[in-house]
């Protein structure tokens, strides 16, 4: 069975500029989240969508935002870049919404640079 | 809101010594608990997680934790550590179908 996969792996962007991450989760998994992964912040919470409705949103602008598509792929997009938004952003998907018994399955992330 | 605390930043120890790090969540209800860990260079993974029941869990590769709902805490244990531990370790905690929150995590470096 084939894991999360995320595009791209690695990017490099300059400040003001937008950005589009992609997930696709696990086959069968309706559910992804977004996380931003920071040296200083650790794993903070983005946002989280279960059959194309955002269900959670974290505690981020709102240049973030994002999207999700009838085959459970998900999107997020980050307009106007701070250096502030270099990070590792996680995907993670699950059967259903919430983290009990269907644990998170998280992907290799996309490591956005903003220069 | 929910909130975890991981006091230790960056931990080194020699090969075969015993590993324990601190995980302190705030939140007086019911919560689900988990350790995931992150080896350099790939994805987080879960290495063990509490729901309910026996509050000793016992995870992948020998790593346990305890559950002291009057303390308030998660800490994860090894009795031997080794080299290939080296990785960090993030301690997260959720309730209900809350989002996972995690801490900032434990940086492990073990010494041959």
């Known amino acids: 069975k084939a894991g999360v996969t995320q595009t791209p792996r690695y990017l490099i962007k300059t400040r003001g500029q937008q950005v589009t991450l992609s997930c696709s989760p696990i086959s069968g998994h309706r559910s992804v989240s977004w996380y931003q992964q920071t040296p200083g912040q650790g794993l903070q919470f983005l946002f989280e969508?279960?059959?194309?409705?955002?269900?959670n949103k974290g505690n981020f602008p709102g240049r973030f935002s994002g999207r999700q598509f009838s085959n459970s792929r998900s999107e997020m997009n980050v307009s106007t870049l701070e250096l502030g938004d270099s990070a590792l952003y996680l995907c993670?998907?699950?059967?259903?919404?919430?983290?009990?018994?269907?644990?998170?399955?998280f992907g290799p992330g996309t490591r956005l640079t903003v220069l | 809101a929910q909130s975890v605390s991981q006091h230790n930043h960056h931990v080194i120890l020699s090969e075969a010594a015993s590993l324990e790090l601190g995980c302190n969540y705030s939140?007086?209800?019911?919560?689900?608990l988990f350790w995931y860990v992150q080896y350099p260079g790939q994805h987080l993974q879960l290495l063990l997680k509490?729901?309910?029941?026996?509050?000793l869990v016992k995870g992948i590769k020998g790593f346990e934790a305890e559950f002291i709902k009057s303390k308030f805490s998660f800490n994860l244990r090894k009795p031997s550590v080794q080299w290939s531990d080296t990785a960090e370790y993030f301690c997260?905690?959720?309730?209900?179908?809350?989002?996972?929150?995690f801490g900032k995590g434990t940086r492990l470096s073990v010494i041959a």
């Open positions: 939140y007086g209800g019911t919560v689900n």
């Open positions: 969508y279960f059959s194309e409705t955002q269900r």
């Open positions: 509490y729901f309910s029941g026996d509050p």
């Open positions: 993670a998907s699950s059967p259903f919404p919430g983290v009990g018994i269907d644990t998170q399955y």
């Open positions: 997260a905690v959720n309730s209900g179908n809350t989002p996972l929150v």
